[in-house]
């Protein structure tokens, strides 16, 4: 990768309020080991050597960000985030517009999913950093997949061949992923990844698998099963 210029610059939507988490405050404002979730993401994210800097999206009242200790030297910028996740990426992407060339590389990554491997990103840039649309981390389907309506009773069983779960980083052109989204919002099409917004014009992102452990803390299980990875893979780089 050495050869590659370092100008990948992540965005992270943390504006959240982690509604399905049930907790006191926000899911990245919580606990694991010494730092919040929030300080575990943006250190994985600063510590790979292509990513040249970080934008936050943060929630209009954000009283937890003041008392962050662990937050990383490369340079990271803040923005106010919006209504939904969209939103919250969109306002990040104008940020960024005003600054960097249009056809930079973004990684969008979810705040809450702290236990990104480096070499995750690697292959995602890899995969992507030729390819004409751009490209998401994922993991294949390995349950079978049922379809239910909403009383719950099981309709039919889905071929689970072709699916895949989505993950983040999602790797896009800076210019095509804020048109992309801004199409999908004028669409009132409230997308609940980047990739989603590429998709509806037509274009196909390149899944990437990923390592399973890329989880996205949602529910309160999760958070002892994120403690778990990370100190399975080792302490996190101090930023
Ligand atoms: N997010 C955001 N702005 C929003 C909503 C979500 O920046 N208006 C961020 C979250 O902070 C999170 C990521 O988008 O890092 C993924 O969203 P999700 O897991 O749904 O987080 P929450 O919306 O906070 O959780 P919930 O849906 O349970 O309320
Ligand atoms: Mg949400």
């Not at 988490?21 to 993401?41: C, F, N, W």
């Not at 910028?77 to 960024?96: D, I, K, N, Q």
């Not at 249009?102 to 809450?112: E, G, Q």
């Not at 095509?176 to 609940?192: I, K, M």
Request: proline share 6%; aromatic share 4%.
């Amino acid at each position: 990768m050495t050869d590659v210029p370092a100008n990948f610059w992540a965005v992270v939507p943390a504006a959240g309020i982690g509604s399905r988490m049930r907790a006191g405050k926000p899911k990245q404002y919580l606990t694991i080991g010494d730092r919040s979730v929030l300080e575990h993401t943006l250190a994985r994210l600063t510590a790979h050597p292509l990513i040249a800097g970080v934008v936050i999206a943060l929630a209009e009242h954000d009283d937890y960000w003041p008392g962050l200790r662990h937050l990383p030297v490369k340079p990271l910028h803040r923005v106010t985030g919006g209504a939904e996740r969209c939103h919250s990426v969109l306002h990040c992407l104008h940020y960024l517009q005003a600054t960097q060339a249009p056809d930079t590389w973004v990684l969008v990554h979810d705040a809450a999913r702290p236990c990104v491997r480096s070499t995750d990103i690697d292959n995602l840039i890899l995969r992507c950093r030729d390819h004409e649309v751009g490209g998401l981390l994922g993991i294949p389907v390995h349950d079978t997949m049922k379809r239910c309506d909403t009383a719950g009773a099981v309709l039919d069983t889905v071929d689970r061949r072709q699916l895949w779960h989505a993950m983040t980083p999602q790797m896009f052109r800076l210019h095509q992923l804020a048109d992309a989204l801004q199409q999908a919002l004028a669409r009132e099409l409230l997308v609940t990844d980047e990739a989603s917004a590429m998709e509806a014009l037509g274009l196909h992102p390149v899944m990437v698998e990923a390592t399973a452990d890329n989880i996205k803390i949602t529910r309160p299980e999760d958070l002892a099963l994120a403690a778990f990875y990370l100190d399975q893979q080792g302490a996190p780089p101090c930023a």
